[in-house]
Every structure is written in C-alpha cells, then in structure tokens.
C-alpha cells in the first residue's frame, strides 16, 4: 500500500522493519484516513503471534503445522479481512491512476505471477495449501 501511495517516497520503504512498517502505515495512511487504525493493530498482533510460533515453539519443527489453524482459527479470517482492505486500497489507486492518466500501471498480478511468492511458498505451506492460496490469488485478479 505504501509503494501506491504517492506521498510516500519508496527510499522510505527499503530494508523495512516491522516497527518502521506499522509507524508509516499509521503516518502515511492511517493519519489521512487512508486506512483504518484496526489494520495497523491487527498487523501488530499477528506479528506477535508470528514471533511467539516461530521462537518460542521453534517454527518448522512444530510437530503439527496446522495447529494454528485448530487453535486460533480466527485468525485467517481476521487477516483475511485486513488483506481485503490492502487490495481495496491498492485497487483504487491504480483505477484512480488509469483514469487520470487513461494508461495502466504494472499490476500486483504481474509482480506476484513473476515467481515471487515462491519462496514463501516452500518455506510455509503445504502442497494443498499452496493450492488454496494460488486459487485466492487468482479469484483476486493477484496473480497470472
């Protein structure tokens, strides 16, 4: 959302961290009512429970890998919600764009088709859960 958003120079985004991440969001968007606070919030918790998976129970070597799904499952839905937000917003820049210079910019479906989300692919999820995710990002226009 931050590299759409114009008033944002993308040198503010490289070798972001997560404090840095939530403090843009909040100034750059949540302040212009951009984005609603509840997204920054959100964010800020699954990164916690993130952390917590990854160092305190040790990441990959968690017996169950779907335990998280069984134990807070409302968790996909709550990210789920705020990723919809993310693409409402990214979407209406790049209409916003098009209209007002009557030419497109490269997409999200042409970033994401081009082989970049196959390192998170590998690392995190499952053959069927590769699956889901690529149906997801194809019913969302995400992907090619």
Known sequence: MLCVDYATPL???KQMKHARLQGLLKSKLVQRSLLKARYVKTLEKAQELREHINYVFGGKRIK???FIKQAIPVWHEK???????????????QEEYIATHGWTVPTIAGSIG?????DA????????????????????????
Request: proline fraction near 2%; charge should be neutral.
């Open 114 to 118: 081009d082989d970049i989300g196959d």
């Open 79 to 93: 990210i789920g919600i705020q990723f919809q937000a993310a693409l409402m917003f990214i979407k209406a820049v």
């Open 121 to 144: 692919f590998a690392m995190y999820l499952s053959a069927t859960e590769k699956k889901r995710v690529v149906r997801y990002l194809i019913k969302n226009d995400l992907t090619t």
């Open 11 to 13: 040198t503010q985004l």
């Open 64 to 66: 169950d890998p779907y």
